[in-house]
């Protein structure tokens, strides 16, 4: 149990700096968008992905509890 434990610590920091990564990465490439590219668009699809690193981190804690 104290192995279980140790990667639901490990995968949420890893998760934790993914998000961190994730929300660095969109405000810079939004910064430094071209002009083709809508900055909205760009924190729009930013956003999107946290929400998809979320999801798998919640999936994965549902899975750790069973």
């Given amino acids: 149990?104290?192995?279980a434990e140790?990667?639901?610590a490990g995968?949420?920091?890893i998760i934790s700096v993914f998000v961190a990564?994730?929300?660095i990465g969109t405000v810079l490439l939004a910064r430094d968008a071209p002009?083709?590219?809508n900055p909205i668009t760009i924190i729009?699809?930013?956003i999107i992905?946290?929400?998809g690193?979320?999801?798998f981190y919640y999936s994965w804690q549902s899975i750790y509890e069973v």
């Fill in 1 to 3: 149990m104290r192995k």
């Fill in 6 to 8: 140790g990667a639901a």
């Fill in 11 to 13: 995968v949420s920091t």
């Fill in 21 to 23: 990564l994730e929300i």
């Fill in 35 to 37: 002009s083709q590219l």
């Fill in 44 to 46: 729009f699809l930013g």
């Fill in 49 to 51: 992905s946290i929400f």
């Fill in 53 to 55: 690193l979320l999801l």
